[in-house]
């Protein structure tokens, strides 16, 4: 079994960060070992959310698993609320990381177009430096945009996508990948590019018109557990995308569906079953 340590916030309800890598990481068969850098009442879409910085217990807990001799095969960091956070966070890479470590970073700060309200352009270029140290990246366009300083745009060719992921692969990532690329109309998927055997690969599928918080962290965590089980990034897309737009399916079905997350908990058999079927 894989062990994986996952960076992220509890954003206590909200299906986003923590609560949706921590179930789908060990529904695909990870141990996944949580460091919580904050405690949220909600996610920060919601209005007067609470939240309690954890910083000041990050370096005792992973001190202490340092005298454990507790090691990973991969860290996966998520959303960090602020650039010293960051810091921290690349500390902690640093000091667990070794010659077999996969550390996938998901950069996750914006979407379409902007920033979420907690983060400016600083915030932006600190996170291109922990990017700078991943062996994989998933940011989405306007991610990489700000990181890239290549303008976002909502209607883009196969050219605008290479050049954004030469972009992040010039700043330090072997590989990186961009979510949410549409290469044709009614199409949506994600991109990425080998620099290691200068390959790009992708994986499309329907695009359903919804836009729904946590998608994005429901993505990068089936992506990140996809490669986890070996498989390879064509499949590792696929199983994620698919997974994510059935989600997403089933949600728009759900008469009561709530407006700030999908409803994962009732595809998890679904995605199971898609591991299945592409075992490679
Ligand atoms: O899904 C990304 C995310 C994670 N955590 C918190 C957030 C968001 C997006 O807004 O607010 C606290």
Not at 62 to 79: L, V
Request: glycine share 6%.
């Amino acid at each position: 079994m894989k062990k994986v340590l996952t960076i992220q916030d509890i954003s206590c309800l909200g299906k986003c960060s923590l609560t949706v890598a921590l179930p789908l990481l060990s529904a695909m068969g990870h141990e996944t070992v949580i460091l919580p850098t904050a405690v949220l009442s909600t996610h920060t879409m919601f209005k007067n959310f609470t939240c309690k910085d954890l910083s000041d217990e990050l370096e005792k807990i992973t001190e202490h698993w340092k005298k454990e001799n507790i090691t990973f095969d991969a860290i996966y960091t998520g959303y960090l609320g602020t650039e010293e956070e960051i810091d921290t966070v690349i500390d902690i890479i640093s000091k667990f990381r070794n010659d077999k470590t996969m550390v996938f970073v998901d950069p996750a700060m914006g979407d379409n177009g902007v920033l979420y309200p907690a983060f400016d352009d600083n915030y932006a270029k600190h996170n291109a430096k922990l990017c700078a140290i991943a062996d994989y990246i998933l940011p989405n366009i306007t991610e990489a945009s700000y990181m890239t300083d290549i303008p976002y745009r909502e209607e883009y060719d196969e050219n605008y996508i290479k050049d954004m992921l030469n972009a992040l692969y010039k700043l330090g990532c072997p590989i990186p990948i961009l979510t949410g690329v549409s290469l044709s109309k009614g199409k949506t998927g994600a991109y990425g590019f080998n620099g290691k055997n200068t390959q790009y690969f992708y994986y499309q599928n329907d695009l359903i018109d919804a836009r729904y918080h946590g998608t994005g962290d429901i993505f990068s965590s089936v992506a990140v557990g996809a490669f986890l089980k070996g498989l390879s990034a064509e499949k590792a897309l696929k199983i994620a995308a698919d997974y994510t737009a059935n989600t997403i399916a089933v949600t728009l079905k759900n008469p009561e569906k709530p407006w700030y997350g999908v409803d994962f908990e009732a595809t998890i058999g679904l995605l199971l079953k898609m591991l299945e079927e592409n075992k490679d």
